[in-house]
Nanobody
Framework: QVQLVESGGGLVQAGGSLRLSCAAS????????MAWYRQAPGKQRESVAT???????AYADSVKGRFTISRNNANNTMYLQMNSLKPEDTAVYYC????????????WGQGTQVTVSS
């Protein structure tokens, strides 16, 4: 089974940058999709950015032009480069993996806290 471990969260001032990493281990199958989600206190978990195994990406409108998702399939690691951070980006960021083809498998990382001070 695939396991995910996030790292790179922390405290940063508004306008600063952080880079999150998500290392995947286990039975990585081709055709998978990885993504970053975030959940702020009192709010629902929301999608931030998505990347397919062949590199296609999608972003939430709120982060377009500021965040960049990428992945290295050689070492099964996904990244989220976050620039021009805003206080409203403060949340727990979660890594997500899904292999949609049968048998479908999906899993979440444990989350990493990102706090942006004003």
């Amino acid at each position: 089974q695939v396991q995910l471990v996030e790292s790179g969260g922390g405290l940063v001032q508004a306008g600063g940058s952080l880079r999150l990493s998500c290392a995947a281990s286990g039975g990585i199958r081709s055709g998978n999709v990885m993504a970053w989600y975030r959940q702020a206190p009192g709010k629902q978990r929301e999608s931030v950015a998505t990347i397919t195994s062949d590199g296609r990406t999608a972003y939430a409108d709120s982060v377009k032009g500021r965040f960049t998702i990428s992945r290295n399939n050689a070492n099964n690691t996904m990244y989220l480069q976050m620039n021009s951070l805003k206080p409203e980006d403060t949340a727990v960021y979660y890594c997500y993996f899904i292999a949609p083809s049968f048998p479908k498998f999906e899993t979440w990382g444990q989350g990493t806290q990102v706090t942006v001070s004003s």
